[in-house]
């Protein structure tokens, strides 16, 4: 996975994509969420053949609300019918 497509890496822009290791949990989590929130249809679609509806889903339900745009997690938790268990970091 260390040959991302462009499409991708504009949604990890604060992130130094060639150090990150995508076999660790935390790493995935954070390009699969970074993707739903901020990807184009293009990173969207090269998701979707990369990575299955479960890990997907468990991303959307274990991610705090507040970290993502209200439009794209109503979208996502549509979509997979689910949505995280926190509001924010706090509660």
């Known amino acids: 996975m260390k040959d991302l497509p462009q499409s ?3 949604c ?3 992130y130094d994509v060639d150090k990150m290791d995508f076999n660790v949990s935390d790493n995935r989590t954070i390009l699969i969420h970074n993707i739903l ?6 990173a ?3 998701l979707f053949e990369n990575f299955n509806k479960e890990e997907i889903s468990d991303v959307i339900k274990n991610t ?5 745009s209200k439009k794209s997690l109503s979208l996502w ?3 997979f019918n689910t ?4 509001a924010g970091r706090f509660s």
């Open 12 to 14: 990890l822009w604060s």
């Open 37 to 42: 929130n901020m990807g184009a249809s293009d």
């Open 8 to 10: 991708v890496k504009s």
């Open 64 to 68: 705090n609300s507040s970290d993502w």
């Open 83 to 86: 949505k995280p268990i926190k």
């Open 77 to 79: 938790s549509l979509i």
């Open 44 to 46: 969207i679609s090269w």
